[in-house]
């Protein structure tokens, strides 16, 4: 199994990035999918989970009407546009995978449901 996010980099506040994550090795359409970041210092953060097909997501507050998850099953990835960048979404991203169809929701901002992570791709906002 395996998760590959891509698409991090350098931006300046207010600005945007599309953070990209390839499964492979997994039924994809079975499992939900999040994303979490962790600045430096800090703890693992939940930033979005959506569900297996698309049709239900949620956001942490701190992001919600910036970022926007989505997902291509037929291609096996799940994607995270990020808009309104500001320094304090700096962290490393990483993607991972809840062998789940159930409907996400706060219970999603748990790690432990998580069966599958990516290597991470570092997001850095300048201001």
């Known amino acids: 199994v395996q998760l590959q996010a891509s698409g991090g980099g350098l931006v300046q506040a207010g600005g945007s990035l599309r953070l990209s994550c390839a499964a492979s090795?997994?039924?994809?359409?079975?499992?939900?999918m999040g994303w979490f970041r962790q600045a430096p210092g800090k703890e693992r953060e939940f930033v979005a989970a959506?569900?297996?097909?698309?049709?239900?997501?949620y956001y942490v507050d701190s992001v919600k009407g910036r970022f926007t998850i989505s997902r291509v099953n037929a291609k096996n990835t799940v994607y995270l546009q990020m808009n309104s960048l500001k320094p304090e979404d700096t962290a490393i991203y990483y993607c991972?995978?809840?062998?789940?169809?159930?409907?996400?929701?706060?219970?999603?901002?748990?790690?432990?449901?998580?069966?599958?992570w990516g290597q991470g791709t570092l997001v850095t906002v300048s201001s």
């Open positions: 991972a995978a809840d062998n789940s169809r159930q409907l996400v929701g706060r219970w999603s901002s748990n790690t432990y449901r998580y069966e599958y």
């Open positions: 959506i569900r297996w097909d698309g049709a239900n997501t």
């Open positions: 090795g997994i039924t994809f359409s079975n499992y939900a």
